[in-house]
């Protein structure tokens, strides 16, 4: 059997999704910008996809959705748009956001300080989330932007949008938040949150790759990212990808519909409580930042004495696809941040394993997907130093580092 | 870059089909207990390496044949990924039978050659093989526990580069002999930094005393001075001026050459040297030095150290000088 557990990584398309996109591939092919007929089939299902984006969010008509490649592109246009529109001119110097935003946020935080811009990463606490206060004391006068996730990858730990969106608005600050990991998973409302931007990715709810978007509320200044054309309204150029936008707005609408939340907060939420209860059961194991307020496909779980890739090894083995921040895993050898917030050198960095669900797992595939881990963790167990056989004599030193 | 790094392919893919298997059926993994050991007629020795808490951690268990030294039975535990698992298993397997002496020349790169598939084709990708370091350093802390001795002593040069196995000797000499100015440049020349990348500089995977990026500064700065050095000394002519020195002038001739040239490489060894005093046998120049600090004990201080300070002294003071350690 295989099981697919990765889905914080990507999600399969859906079937429907996928019927919706196939037109637009050879039958209603023109350019939306075009005059003539060719052009102007494609609009109908456009529109009906933006009627989708901005009802899955809950977005103002006077507000832009503006569709991008990926949720990377709207992250590194949010963070370089504030640069250009509030830092260069000399008016603002400063971005806040946390040690635990995807490297689309940090990388770009980081460009930005070789640019002498004064960059705040929050610090998280033990749970894994940030207290909204601290967004508050780390406000400046020359602040021209926050920007904090709306759920995080690794734990799936929902942050505390609504009590930061009002400490922005108060303080006249632009508030932007990577929602990638929060559509469809719970209901993400930008208007109820009081967020001027956030960042999505279609890929991450059943939609396509390379396809993404980000939502601007009326009256936020942030300047084209991408120069060459009048597409969407002149805030991004570059021919509209049809097909991907119609697919997306359509897996919007399958996945932030009533019915879906409540699906994905019942069903979802219940395989994967069922899967973490059976792997709770084995000794020495802890779900890392908590399990209150998650995303309910997400847990995070560390299985001491099991490095986090060989245990990926064994699950690859059997046909289950998991994911894991340990360093051990990466190309680089960099433990990913979020594991480094919970201490590099702590186990939890090197033992952490990650499940994450869609509404394509079954109850079977579950029940499957825990005899294996159960295998993988008595075998990897059984190699293991942390529970190797200490003679009388010996003491040992492996705890001690 | 170039077409090949586009597509960044899984590292698992770059396994070796002997990583593989070893990682799914260890032949090796077990331990030993006392009683197993005894009835071997032989003592037990258990080596920790690493910690949980850094990713990977180890276990060595040898027992060792009381009058021979060989290593009878030989099993690991070990807490990392695959490719850990199975240097472990293939360094275990490479112990058995062999004496602890010989066991202890086994390298890294030992292990990391007997997990290939074919023989130039590496069993992990560059990144991987820091994995069968500590493979090695495993079976250095066991020797050193059969033998007493602390594990660094079987290591007589400093490995900057673990993965490569190059040495700070190497290093300096090839960035100079070559005139190397980047990083690249080094890694290219010597491979060192080309595999874990922990060594190039602070912030990789592993902490390490020195880097090569500051290797590379403090040796440019080197062969800046010595070009500086060797200008002053073309117009001065030391030797003649040293047979007209007073013995004052001559000791701060010689302490600066020893300040400059000789000082810092000792000190990188943790010793230390001091004049004692210079005395005329002519046609020769005696000078007599104290070795202090790690320097006091070391066996090269009556060989090639001893050669090292001397021909230094020879070269930028005078021809005639010869050093005698008290």
Redo the contacts between chains.
């Keep these: 059997m295989e099981v697919y557990l990765d889905n914080n990584a990507t999600t399969k398309v859906d079937p429907k999704v996928l019927e919706e996109m196939l037109p637009f591939f050879c039958d209603i092919y023109g350019n939306p910008n075009s005059l003539h007929r060719f052009g102007a089939g494609t609009h109908p299902k456009m529109l009906e996809a933006l009627d989708y984006l901005y009802e899955g969010i809950g977005a103002a008509d006077e507000d832009d959705i503006v569709i991008t490649a990926n949720a990377t592109e709207a992250n590194n246009w949010v963070i370089k748009g504030a640069w250009t529109e509030y830092i260069l001119n000399g008016d603002k110097n400063h971005i806040i956001t946390s040690e635990v935003e995807h490297p689309a946020i940090t990388a770009t935080c980081k460009f930005l300080e070789t640019q002498g811009v004064d960059v705040t990463y929050l610090k998280v606490n033990e749970e894994g989330v940030l207290d909204a206060k601290s967004v508050k004391d780390a406000l400046r006068e020359d602040t021209a932007l926050v920007s904090i996730m709306w759920a995080n990858n690794e734990t799936g730990k929902l942050f505390p949008v609504k009590e930061i969106g009002l400490i922005c608005k108060t303080a006249g600050v632009p508030f932007h938040s990577d929602a990638t990991q929060a559509i469809g998973k719970v209901k993400v409302d930008v208007q109820a949150n009081d967020v001027d931007m956030i960042s999505f990715s279609a890929h991450k709810f059943h939609g396509p790759k390379g396809v993404g978007g980000l939502y601007i509320k009326k009256g936020v200044a942030l300047p084209p990212y991408m120069h060459g054309g009048e597409q969407m309204g002149g805030r991004r150029a570059g021919t509209v990808d049809v097909a991907s936008m119609v697919g997306m707005g359509k897996a919007m609408q399958m996945a932030t519909n009533t019915m879906a939340i409540a699906y994905e907060q019942n069903h979802v939420g219940m395989l994967r409580d069922k899967l973490e209860k059976a792997i709770l059961k084995l000794p020495d194991t802890v779900v890392i930042g908590g399990k209150e307020n998650r995303t309910p496909n997400t847990t995070l779980i560390s299985i001491r004495g099991v490095e986090g890739e060989s245990m990926l090894w064994d699950l690859n083995q059997n046909g289950i696809g998991a994911s894991t921040g340990s360093a051990c895993a990466s190309e680089d050898l960099e433990a990913n941040p979020v594991m480094n917030a919970f201490g590099s050198d702590s186990e939890l960095a090197h033992t952490g394993i990650r499940f994450s669900l869609s509404r394509f797992n079954t109850e079977e595939q579950i029940n499957y997907a825990i005899e294996q881990i159960r295998n993988a963790v008595i075998r990897l167990r059984g190699i293991s130093s942390s529970y190797a056989y200490t003679p009388r004599n010996h003491v040992s030193e492996l705890e001690a580092n | 870059m170039a077409k090949n790094d586009l597509v960044?392919g899984s590292?698992?893919d770059e396994y070796s089909n002997i990583v593989t298997d070893r990682?799914?059926n260890?032949q090796h993994?077990g331990?030993i207990?006392?009683e197993e050991a005894e009835a071997l007629n032989a003592e037990?020795i258990?080596a920790?390496?690493?910690?949980?808490?850094?990713?990977?951690?180890?276990?060595l268990y040898w027992a060792v044949e009381k009058n021979t030294d060989k290593i009878v039975a030989s099993k690991f535990?070990?807490?990392?990924?695959?490719t850990?698992?199975a240097s472990s298993d293939i360094m275990t397997e490479l112990c058995l039978g062999k004496t602890v002496d010989e066991a202890v020349k086994i390298t890294n790169i030992d292990v990391e050659k007997a997990m290939r598939d074919r023989p130039d084709v590496p069993a992990v990708p560059p990144?991987k093989m820091h994995c069968s370091v500590m493979a090695y350093d495993v079976i250095k802390k066991a020797a050193g526990q059969y033998k007493g001795v602390d594990m660094e002593s079987f290591e007589t040069e400093f490995i900057v580069c673990e993965c490569a196995r190059v040495t700070l000797d190497t290093l300096k000499e090839v960035i100079k002999i070559n005139k190397l100015s980047t990083l690249e440049q080094v890694t290219d020349y010597t491979k060192a930094g080309a595999f874990?990348?922990?060594c190039i500089k602070e912030g990789?995977?592993e902490i390490k005393d020195i880097y090569l990026m500051d290797i590379l500064d403090d040796t440019l700065k080197e062969m800046e001075q010595d070009k500086l050095k060797e200008a002053a000394d073309t117009t001065e002519s030391g030797a003649n001026d040293f047979a007209k020195m007073t013995i004052v002038q001559r000791i701060k001739a010689v302490d600066a050459v020893i300040e400059s040239d000789i000082r810092p490489m000792l000190i990188m060894d943790g010793g230390d040297m001091e004049v004692v005093d210079i005395k005329e046998n002519m046609p020769h120049y005696d000078l007599y030095i104290r070795y202090l600090g790690a320097c006091s004990t070391c066996s090269t201080g009556s060989t090639g150290t001893l050669y090292a300070i001397e021909s230094v002294l020879k070269q930028k003071v005078d021809e005639n000088m010869r050093v005698l350690p008290i």
Excluded at chain 2, 77 to 82: H, Q
Aim: glycine share 14%; proline share 3%.
């Design positions: 960044s590292i698992w990682m799914n260890p993994q331990e207990k006392e037990l258990v920790d390496f690493g910690a949980e808490s850094c990713g990977d951690a180890v276990r535990k070990s807490f990392g990924c695959g850990a698992i990144q874990c990348k922990s990789g995977h």
